[in-house]
């Protein structure tokens, strides 16, 4: 049986696109661009929304996915990347590596990093706990935050059909993930949660 998810995902649903899901769309494509890249590589392409749109603002992707009915540039598995070494300026790989165990993913990550020759854009499903502040009093500034508060006692996470792991789950808190990331040689570069989307974590990383 595949590790990885079956073909046909509710990706072109409507009920897909909630309000929270743009917001990661966004983060995406800023987290890319801001690099200035000339060769991209999007790996799990969803609904193509983030696809089309760099590709529409003049960016050189190719886009792979292991599900074909998706028509990417490459049809392959992200344990194993038909690429030759430092191919890519950026690589993009986002709401894609809890679709498998996570005994795997720091095997993802290196065959990720030896594509990528200057920056690595990664989301995953994040329920580690939060709190948010949105002030806004007469006369006093505008105030906006946000703070994680992670539970000592991590809850377990059962496959869905979709998700093996998430992080804030037994054996994936945030630090397991840094761990495993920092291992790979990977410097993090910067890591975030939207205010407006704090079930996506971000993680940019410099190979």
């Known amino acids: 049986m595949s ?30 661009v ?12 969803g609904n193509k929304l983030v696809l089309n749109y760099l590709k ?12 074909f009915c998706l028509s990417p540039d490459v049809t392959a598995s992200v344990v194993a990347l038909p690429f030759s070494d430092k ?19 720091k095997p993802c990550l290196k065959e990720i990093q030896r594509l990528a020759r200057n920056r690595v854009v990664i989301s995953l499903p994040s329920v580690e706990r ?9 006369k006093l500034p505008y105030f906006r ?11 377990t996470h059962k496959f869905d059909g979709y998700h093996y792991w998430e ?3 037994r054996g994936c808190g945030k630090q397991d993930v840094e761990k495993e990331i920092l291992s790979t ?3 993090l570069v910067k890591q975030f949660r939207d205010f407006d989307d704090p079930y996506h974590q971000f993680f940019i990383l410099e190979p």
């Not at 703070?147 to 991590?154: A, D, F, N």
Request: aromatic share 16%; net charge negative.
């Open 87 to 105: 191919s890519f300026h950026t690589v993009i790989c986002c709401e894609v590596l809890e679709h498998l165990p996570f005994d795997l993913f």
């Open 130 to 138: 939060y709190y948010r502040l949105d002030a806004r009093l007469p």
């Open 34 to 45: 801001s690099g200035n890249p000339a060769a991209i590589l999007e790996i799990g392409i």
């Open 167 to 169: 992080i804030g789950t």
């Open 56 to 67: 529409e603002h003049g960016f050189r992707v190719v886009s792979l996915d292991y599900d």
């Open 3 to 32: 590790h990885e998810l079956q073909p046909n995902e509710p990706y072109f649903q409507i009920e897909y696109d909630r309000k929270s899901r743009f917001v990661c769309y966004w983060n995406q494509i800023q987290s890319t």
């Open 145 to 155: 935050k946000m703070w994680e508060l992670p539970l000592r006692t991590k809850p």
């Open 185 to 187: 040689g990977f410097s």
